[in-house]
T-cell receptor, first 116, second 111 residues
Framework: DGGITQSPKYLFRKEGQNVTLSCEQN?????MYWYRQDPGQGLRLIYY???????QKGDIAEGYSVSREKKESFPLTVTSAQKNPTAFYLC???????????????FGDGTRLSIL | EDQVTQSPEALRLQEGESSSLNCSYT??????LFWYRQDPGKGPEFLFT?????EEKEKERLKATLTKKESFLHITAPKPEDSATYLC????????????WGAGTKLIIKP
């Protein structure tokens, strides 16, 4: 079945540590996204990528980094510069936007990151 | 300022009691409005896309409608398995990628 796989489901970060969240999709989608979800707030965009080897910052990119070396993969690194990393992180993908009718984003089941 | 507001924050209904969830938006040009369902500890699951005022879409007990200022998600004769958080997101006309998300409505259906 086609879908988006995020791992791990739960992750704990120590002070000063960088951690990497994995996101893999087999939907053959060009665009991929990382969101952060906090209680009582709408999803906030961290980074997005429309094509391999290219990505753009979203609204809250500070303290995060990404790479897009393969179409299927879009890992997110939460660096030690992110002072409040505790949140639910969601990865999504879609067909390339900007062409024709808008297509929905499809989501993985998230990674919950907590601070030790 | 571009904004998406969902109301109510939470809604408790008895099984079979129909109601509506609201998503009001203020954006400069709507390209599309999306409804998603999210279960606890899971990612959002796509339900509907609406593109223009007057459009309606249905799926089982759910019907989504769109006006120039808001969208409604009507739920008819809900069952306990419809309990979830329902999210609304808007895609602006001048943005190729970015959705503006509401905070969601938590729906609880009691048997």
């Amino acid at each position: 079945d086609g879908g988006i796989t995020q791992s791990p489901k739960y992750l704990f970060r120590k002070e000063g540590q960088n951690v990497t969240l994995s996101c893999e999709q087999n939907l053959n989608h060009d665009a991929m996204y990382w969101y952060r979800q906090d209680p009582g707030q709408g999803l906030r965009l961290i980074y997005y990528s429309q094509i391999v080897n290219d990505f753009q910052k979203g609204d809250i990119a500070e303290g995060y980094s990404v790479s897009r070396e393969k179409k299927e993969s879009f890992p997110l690194t939460v660096t030690s510069a992110q002072k409040n990393p505790t949140a639910f992180y969601l990865c999504a993908s879609s067909t390339k936007t900007g062409f024709g009718l808008d297509q929905p984003q499809h989501f993985g089941d998230g990674t919950r990151l907590s601070i030790l | 300022e571009d904004q998406v507001t969902q109301s109510p924050e939470a809604l408790r209904l008895q099984e079979g009691e129909s109601s509506s969830l609201n998503c009001s938006y203020t954006v400069s040009g709507l390209r599309g409005l999306f409804w998603y369902r999210q279960d606890p500890g899971k990612g959002p699951e796509f339900l509907f896309t609406l593109y223009s005022a007057g459009e309606e879409k249905e799926k089982e007990r759910l019907k989504a409608t769109l006006t120039k200022k808001e969208s409604f998600l009507h739920i008819t004769a809900p069952k306990p398995e419809d309990s979830a958080t329902y999210l609304c997101a808007v895609h602006k006309m001048d943005s190729n990628y970015q959705l503006i998300w509401g905070a969601g409505t938590k729906l609880i259906i009691k048997p």
